[in-house]
């Protein structure tokens, strides 16, 4: 990997927030994640590298999603594995709310966990609770040490949960302690990754979301020198889903095994999901968000947000790009 590479890779997501953007609020969640897809494809193919997707969505003969396995790039250059997310929080780019973006992982081949299409519970936190706080442990326990680690009393913290019937004990035992919970409806890599952030206001996220999800996020923490850890959910009883709704514990644990995956308690750092040499996380704002705004469409230009963090030159850089629309005129950028 290297740093021409990332400049592209940073012109990936700004592409794919553009194309789910042109759709934000039109209730069109299949069609913004499409057109996202295809925008990171094509600019994808233009990059110098033999790069592969190893976290994707869709199956390999259901184009145009970026599926698992896909060759992506020139085909020839640095190997590098991506974790994929074109539109991540679909239903709140369809309903026009905040926090959807495109992100992706990439590390060199091999770095990035295959992580299956199952749910994981997730503990993020702060550089300064790395090691510290422990997905082993009760949340109240983990309240106690972030507290202590971050200066601050336990009714000042801030923790993000989704908004699910999974987590209905989990919201009872973190209010029970006196620290804020703030339910989230989607987007859960946002809230993970700006646990990495000070000042942003969130300083855990707690609970179960989706597993691929937590490769990118892993990554993202990885690079930042956040606290994440992650665990597959296999039972459908934990996970309380619809989605898993004709699926049993043991079917699920028979799909984990077939995948490689025979540990399947085991419990994973950030750099185990993200284990290569180095790792670069890319996002870019699809709707305005916790770390940086949505896409805006001006007469001349249109405005993208995001933040790459790579552990190439240790650097989380947010930027704000102006793309000159062709004949633009007296530019107002
Ligand atoms: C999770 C979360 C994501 O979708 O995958 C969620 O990690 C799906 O969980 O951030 P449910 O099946 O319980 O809805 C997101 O919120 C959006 O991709
Ligand atoms: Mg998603
Ligand atoms: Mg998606």
């Known amino acids: 990997m290297n740093q021409t590479l990332i400049q592209e890779i940073l012109e990936v997501v700004e592409q794919a927030a553009i194309a789910s953007a042109k759709l934000t609020g039109l209730g069109q969640k299949d069609e913004a994640d499409a057109a996202a897809v295809e925008a990171m ?3 994808m193919g233009k990059i110098e590298m033999k790069g592969k997707i ?7 003969d259901e184009a145009p999603m970026l599926y698992i396995g896909e060759e992506v790039g020139s085909g020839s250059g640095p190997g590098v594995d991506f974790a994929v997310d074109p539109c991540e929080g679909t239903n709140l780019c369809a ?9 992706l992982a990439a590390s060199d081949t091999g770095g990035l966990f295959n992580a299956p299409d199952f749910y994981m519970n997730k503990l993020a936190a702060p550089p300064a609770a790395k090691g510290k706080v422990d997905i082993r442990n009760s949340a109240t326990e983990n309240l106690k040490i972030l507290s202590d680690c971050l200066g601050l009393s336990i009714d000042e913290l801030t923790v993000v949960v989704m908004d699910r019937t999974r987590h209905k004990d989990l919201i009872k035992e973190i209010r029970g302690c006196g620290a804020k919970v703030q339910p989230i409806s989607d987007g859960d890599v946002q809230a993970a990754i700006a646990c990495g ?3 942003i ?8 979301g989706a597993a691929p ?12 020198g956040g606290h994440f850890q992650g665990q597959l959910v296999y039972d459908p009883a934990i996970a309380q889903t619809s989605e898993w709704a004709d699926y049993t514990k043991e079917g699920n644990i028979k799909r984990l ?19 290569g040499e180095n790792v670069v996380f890319a996002g870019s704002g699809i709707t305005d968000g916790l770390l940086f705004d949505g896409v805006k469409f001006e ?9 790459v963090i790579s552990t190439l030159d240790s650097t989380a850089r947010f930027t704000n790009t102006v793309h000159i629309k062709d004949g633009a005129k007296s530019i107002s950028l």
Not at 213 to 224: N, Y
């Open 197 to 199: 952030f000070a000042g």
């Open 257 to 275: 095994n077939e995948m490689g995956i025979t540990d399947i308690d085991k419990i994973y750092e950030a750099n185990e999901l993200a284990s």
């Open 54 to 60: 190893v976290i994707g969505e869709g199956e390999r």
């Open 201 to 208: 206001g969130t300083h855990c996220l707690m609970g179960i």
């Open 95 to 103: 309903n026009n709310q905040r926090g959807s973006m495109a992100v």
């Open 41 to 43: 494809r094509l600019r």
């Open 213 to 224: 999800e937590g490769v990118i996020s892993a990554a993202a923490m990885r690079a930042l």
């Open 299 to 307: 007469r001349d230009c249109v405005r993208t947000s995001s933040l």
